[in-house]
């Protein structure tokens, strides 16, 4: 009896544990933001995938600490409160672990508190310091705010409540908020966590609007004019840029760097839970700059002057979620079709970079990935931006959505017909050799069409180039990488994707035109693009290299600038005078060599009298899509007139005007869905069904044929034998029959 009793007892005391661990809003919890653009397509599993790397390298069980900055002996109060945000968050509901790893890090925050009921001194282990970290105080705070409606457990609101007070005593000057409780000596733009103190107002009352409204007047008096960008540590006089004792970059001149990083974060925080406005407005400046000027998440360089001028140096000349998500997520609070769309790329980018496996040696030889600070961000950033972030403590407007990975910009088939490969009768503005391109090397890329094939269609009565494409993230390079490649090639990782479509001026595409000779100076090209797609010059000098074994001056070192994106056709003229490297541009870009291609490369004055063609392709470090649809080129002299295409190919390519072709049967013959392309002709051609076949009267023997179904795909092909040609086609239906270098529509009942 006293056994049952016994086990009795202790069933139900754990069962009373389970309900206490119970999360109330577990993950993901896909709750769409009232405000600001919410990642409609992403994929919690993938969230899971970096939550456990991340645990798995940074928290410490037995010691309940986050590893950090870097090593493995000591954590911050920044690493302790971002862990006790995650924690919170990523409970699933499945088991009490989360809220024990939770308790843990709160465990080591009060053993090693600054002052009591206070925030907790900023780092402890080897190297510790004392005094505590202003925004790790506010971080911590609002995790207890949360952590007591996530488990339903209002000793955490008391402690919340406690730590709310220490801080507005201890952390605030005034209205003013301090870099923490032992010191005051510049402002820092990223601890203006107006989300926070909106929160603490309404958890605890105060004058909390009032810290909010003196944050925002500091951070705009910081903020760069142009750029919106604002500096780690700003001046409380000048506002200018400064350095402090704190400052981590204390080897560069100050700028937006590792915690200037994170203020976007901040400000789409606040935006994203209350709607707020100033916030708003402070990312869209950044925003305003930051499309035109990265193109994509993977295109924002870690490290900036607050002017915009990108600091290139070996220490941050490379992709990291610090700014990748940082300052990309800037454009989730603004509700413009290219803010939507960089976001998609932040997403893509964060997704594509992942932790170290271990602490231990983080970033070096067999253990590759990010270390303690832009992986504990990478979280953070995911969490808040596809939904999984939202404010337990009121959940008003927040809205449950399930996530659609379709949402997604992806590869799809063009519309209209395909056009055969390397068919001289059709073309682009006169130029009809055209191709796509893309790696094969399993590494994520797709496109459409396919590698080899055409990228002309005939559509709407005239025809383009077109291609959509998504390729995998680039390999990370190291020295020990690029030595196994030289030495064992088999075994190389330096894999790097590629896809796009290129236009080859002559049959033999190796071979070059002097455009100088026949007085090009400019290039108009007019098309529609989505993502990252840099349009480059063709040469013969880079196909030379290649055979040479120059290194980094062969095929992928063309000169090239990258296309603005854009929903319709738009014109662009490029100024082809050459410059170093390439080619003037547009005005606004360069035609230029990519940073790692070699100063052997060929200048532009080479360049341009050996030209090959031109090529489009999808550029994007951390993996991404693009799209082009190219409508028309043409080159041009000084008087602006346009040059004979036939003078650059040798081969004139009939011009293609819509007809209904009154000769075909079709149910629809006038029908605009599907356009005709008819060379002059006084062919006598008619295309007409009978039973389950198509009929092809009038055409002269030996021509060419073939039949398309309406979604392009080719059905029949072959060569016309007699006046009267059969050709059986699979099932009932309307088809497009091209004879020659003629569009008919026949409907086969």
Known sequence: ???????????????????????????????KSPYGYTIPFASPDSIKVHFDLWKKAWYDANQGWVLAPEGTCSTVSEAIAYGMLIT??????????????????????????????????????????????????????????????????????????????????????????????????????????????????????????????QAYTDLNACANSKTGLVPDWCDWNSHQPTKTSAS?????????????????WRMAWAYYWYGDTKAQAFNKKINDWMIPETRTASGINSGYFINGQAVKSEKRNFVSSTFSGGMG???????????????????????????CKNASGCGEGSNPGEKYYPATLNLLYLLL???????????TGFEKFTPDPSLMSGVGDAEGVQMAKKDSTVGVSGFWNWGGYHDKLGIGTVMSPDSGESPLYAKNCEITAEATMEIGPEPEWTQAKADVCKNTPAQCELKYPSAGIAMSFLSNDKKGVDLEALGVKYLRVTAKTQGPIRMAVLNE???????????????????????????????????????????VGDGKNEFDKLSWVSTEAPIGAEIIKRVTG???????????????????????????????????????????????N???????????????????????????????????????????????????????????????????????GTFLVRVGTKLHMVAVK
């Open 1 to 31: 009896m006293k056994t049952f009793l016994k086990a009795t007892m202790c069933t139900v005391a754990m069962a009373a544990t389970m309900s206490m661990a119970a999360a109330n809003f577990p993950f993901p919890q896909n709750m």
């Open 88 to 213: 919170v968050y990523m409970d699933d509901g499945k088991s009490s672990e989360y809220k024990q790893m939770f308790d843990k890090l709160y465990n080591t925050w009060t053993s090693n508190a600054a002052g009591s009921n206070g925030g907790m001194n900023w780092r402890i282990g080897c190297d510790g310091g004392s005094g505590s970290a202003s925004d790790a105080d506010f971080d911590a705070a609002l995790a207890l705010v949360m952590a007591s409606k996530q488990w339903g457990d209002e000793s955490y609101m008391t402690k919340a409540k406690s730590l709310i007070s220490w801080i507005s005593s201890n952390d605030l000057n005034g209205s003013k908020i301090k870099p923490g409780n032992q010191w005051n000596d510049a402002f820092n733009p990223s601890y203006a966590t107006t989300a926070n103190f909106k929160l603490f107002q309404d958890v605890a009352g105060g004058s909390w609007t009032g810290v909010i409204s």
């Open 248 to 264: 981590v970059a204390q080897d560069e001149n100050p700028g937006f760097f590792d915690d200037a990083a994170r203020t976007p």
């Open 329 to 355: 997520i800037a454009a989730s609070s603004v509700d413009e079709s290219a803010s939507k769309s960089f976001m998609e790329t932040v997403y893509k980018a964060l997704v594509n970079m992942k932790s």
């Open 385 to 395: 931006m596809t939904g999984n972030m939202p404010n337990f403590y009121n959940m």
């Open 541 to 583: 000098i880079t196909n030379e290299n290649d055979a040479k074994g120059v290194p980094n001056a062969g095929a992928g070192s063309e000169p090239g600038t990258y296309v603005d994106p854009t929903d319709d056709y738009t014109a662009v003229l490029y100024d082809m005078t050459p410059s170093q490297y390439g080619f």
């Open 614 to 660: 031109l090529k489009w392709e999808v550029k994007d470090a951390k993996g991404g899509f693009g799209s082009v649809s190219i409508k028309a080129i043409e080159f041009l002299d000084a008087s602006k007139n346009v040059i004979d295409p036939f003078l650059i190919t040798g081969i004139r390519v009939p011009e293609y005007q819509c007809s209904s």
């Open 662 to 732: 009154p000769g075909s049967s079709s149910s629809n013959p006038g029908s605009s869905a599907v356009g005709f392309y008819n060379a002059p002709s006084i062919d006598k051609v008619k295309v007409i069904a009978s039973g389950n076949q198509v009929q092809v009267l009038g055409a002269s023997v030996g021509s060419a044929y073939t039949v398309f179904s309406l979604q392009g795909k080719v059905v029949a092909s072959g060569m016309i034998t007699s006046a009267s040609q059969g050709i059986t086609v699979p099932n009932k």
